[in-house]
């Protein structure tokens, strides 16, 4: 990209589980695929989006692929903005403590406001 | 924000989670399946009133009619067709909730 050209602020939204339909899965595509045009990315993460990114996932036996560890490889593509819904860790009995990554923990009233802030979000 | 359900409340957590996001005085906009929330003498119709109480609830004619509830629809509810839909979409930036 050209120095001329703005990075423009890009969101995604994760609010589906992962492996019980593509959605989870094709938002991180979108991810790694804006990530490689160094656009200012944000990820999001809310209702059973969550999920995503839940550790110790073992999916052997399922034959589906497990694709919670590319998460943790963000950090090299330059995402850093994360960030998840308190309500819908904690009413799934989960906890920041339970996931690959860390991202920040935001209330409800927050992410109407992310959206806003974006010039384009893509819920997934 | 213009929030957009598509989705019938008794099938999804569209209308729910579009609803825990929302700004207060954001507009909610049914639309597709998402009609069936704004029918009269369903288990959802006090859901409906209370987020009338925060939010406008717009509901798109053509659906209601398609589905045979277009004289059932909760008192409140502002009724609009395709232009008003275009109109509303045109005004706000929009998240869209499946």
Partial sequence: MGEEEKAEKLMIVFRKAPYGSIYSFEGLENVLIMGAYDQDISILFIDDGVYAIK???????????NFSPTFRALEAYDIEKLYIDRESLESRGLSVDDLVIKPKVIEADEV????????????F | MLHLVNKSPFESTGLESAV?????????LLFEDGVYAAMAGTAYEDKIKEIMSDHEVYV????LAARGIADRVVDGVKEIDYPGFV??????KTASWA
């Fill in chain 1, 112 to 123: 109407e406001k992310l959206m806003e802030e974006q010039k384009n979000f893509f819920m």
């Fill in chain 2, 60 to 63: 798109l004619k053509e659906d």
């Fill in chain 1, 55 to 65: 550790s110790d996932m073992d999916t052997e036996a399922t034959g589906i692929k």
């Fill in chain 2, 87 to 92: 109109d509303l979409v045109e005004q706000h």
């Fill in chain 2, 20 to 28: 825990r996001y929302a700004h207060k005085g954001s507009p909610i």
